[in-house]
């Protein structure tokens, strides 16, 4: 099992960038496939991002809505995941969550979210 913390939220303009971050502690991070989510006002939480172990090729795959967009990536030395934001709109406002899932298990842990908002 791992704790997650995120941090790198907040506020920009439409066209802004942001920096996520995710803290893991805990079991064998590398072992885990990684990934971002986030719930919308009004909406359901949907998968953002995600990227998997170094063991299975630390494959990305990505939301068509994020696509071009985003960039997940993995530091497994500092068991950290960031979730690179670019050419930000309104419709990526929301609570994003970092999520930890074992392969072996299908054990999942999640972060408490952090907000960010796109507005002019």
């Known amino acids: 099992q791992v704790q997650l913390v995120e941090s790198g939220g907040g506020s920009v303009q439409p066209g802004g960038s942001l920096r996520l971050s995710c803290l893991a502690s805990g079991d064998i991070f590398t072992l885990y496939t990684m990934a971002w989510y986030r719930q919308g006002p009004g909406k359901s939480r949907e998968l953002v991002a995600s990227?998997?172990?170094?063991?299975?090729?630390?494959?990305?795959n990505y939301a068509d809505s994020v696509k071009d967009r985003f960039t997940i990536s993995r530091n497994n030395a500092k068991k950290m995941v960031n979730l690179q934001m670019n050419s930000l709109n309104s419709d990526d406002t929301g609570v994003y969550y970092c999520?930890?899932?074992?392969?072996?298990?299908?054990?999942?842990?999640w972060g408490q979210g952090t907000q960010v908002t796109v507005s002019s």
């Open positions: 990227i998997t172990s170094v063991t299975t090729g630390g494959g990305t």
């Open positions: 999520n930890a899932k074992n392969p072996f298990n299908n054990f999942q842990s």
